[in-house]
């Protein structure tokens, strides 16, 4: 395949569809997408409502703004507030509520708060602006952090002091094993997250067939990937089989990228423990700078509150992102929580579950009730 139709042909998808109906058969299945990017192509396609009612797929925390914290989200407003201060952020951050407000509510009170497409768009920004003080707010998972850590190693080559990173990159391993401990959700299987595995590969993923006996395929992000990743899991659990597959051949490698996995190495370590959002503290979940980049650290560099602080009590995005709930059982789903007013970060990200739902779904829940969970009529 060499264009962006063929992944979404009807023909191919109808007969993917027929593959993953006959290898269902009458049994449930439920399986966790963990990237936020296969949830929105889910629910832009309408892919949920062509599966057969016995295969039910559920979101993770793999949107990395919906992750963060509403602490972490003051702890970024009160550096921006520092005086002398220039804070960068990419453009979801923005509008991430904290306990008092966000980033753009900081701006309008007189913070300078800027957005930027990479952190090599901060680090130009420093370099413009020698007596001032640059922070970039480092956000993602191991997708962006290569991209964090060669912006560090050219600020330190190039000697520029007025440069510094709040760190928040998270990894994607422990918070599936996070969800794989949980009480709360019992699966059958992951499409495994493709933008992280680009980087990490398959390999960091063996744990969850060889410890958890579950089969994980890592999935492309068009419609074909996911219902071909879909009868994958399905072929190995008839086959009696528990692996880690690749389906997004075309970009992902068993080692993933040699190169990037040496840059994070050179420059970030893991955190002893960090929180996440609905899932609480994670050990080792997250990187921060190591002690040759402190000089770097914005943590360090700043007075940084580090409060702990409650989601709102009619927020459910924690239970969104265990895959507990659906978007929609949210009591404050499309009225008092949309993305023009979020009261949670799954409302407000690109990725975020709860804004797939509102920009693509909007009427799954009334379908669910009036005409039975797959018995609407979608088209690719």
Not at 226 to 241: F, V
Not at 242 to 256: A, F, L, P, T, W
Not at 360 to 379: I, N, Y
Request: net charge neutral; with cysteine.
């Amino acid at each position: 395949m060499r264009f962006v139709d063929e992944y979404r042909d009807p023909t191919a998808a109808r007969a993917l569809v027929a593959q993953i109906t006959a290898l269902a058969g009458d049994d449930e299945f439920k399986f966790m997408e963990v990237c936020g990017g296969h949830t929105h192509t889910i629910y832009r396609h309408g892919i949920e409502h062509i599966l057969p009612a016995s295969v039910e797929l559920v979101h993770g925390p793999g949107c990395p703004v919906c992750v963060i914290p509403m602490g972490r989200v003051d702890d970024a407003i009160a550096v921006a507030k520092e005086p002398g201060v220039i804070f960068t952020s990419f453009g979801d951050m923005m509008r991430v509520p904290g306990s008092k407000g966000n980033l753009l509510k900081a701006k309008a009170e007189g913070a300078d708060v800027r957005f930027v497409y990479s952190p090599l768009d901060a680090l130009r920004i420093a370099v413009d602006n020698p007596d001032r003080e640059v922070v970039f707010f480092a956000v993602g998972f191991e997708t962006t952090a290569p991209s964090t850590a060669i912006t560090l190693l050219q600020a330190r080559a190039r000697g520029v002091s007025n440069f510094s990173v709040f760190c928040n990159h998270v990894t994607i391993v422990p918070p599936i094993k996070a969800i794989l401990e949980s009480p709360d959700l019992r699966l059958n299987g992951f499409l495994g997250p493709g933008h992280v595995s680009t980087v990490v590969g398959q390999r960091p993923y063996r744990f969850v067939s060889a410890q958890y006996g579950k089969p994980l395929v890592t999935a492309g992000f068009e419609p074909l990937d996911i219902l071909h990743a879909i009868a994958m899991l399905l072929t190995q659990i008839r086959e009696g089989r528990c692996e880690i597959e690749n389906q997004y051949s075309r970009v992902v490698r068993e080692e993933g990228n040699p190169r990037a996995l040496a840059i994070l190495e050179e420059v970030f370590e893991l955190r002893p423990h960090f929180e996440w959002r609905g899932l609480g503290f994670i050990s080792q979940s997250a990187l921060k700078l190591r002690s040759e980049f402190e000089q770097f650290d914005a943590e360090l560099r700043y007075h940084v509150p580090g409060v702990r602080v409650a989601d709102p009590k009619a927020c459910q995005c924690g239970e969104v992102l265990k895959g507990v709930i659906k978007p929609w059982e949210c009591k404050v789903f499309g009225t008092a929580c949309t993305p023009e007013t979020p009261i949670g970060t799954c409302m407000v990200s690109s990725e975020g579950a709860c804004a797939a739902y509102y920009n693509f779904g909007r009427m799954h829940r009334e379908a669910a009730v009036t005409l039975g969970r797959k018995s609407v009529t979608a088209t690719l």
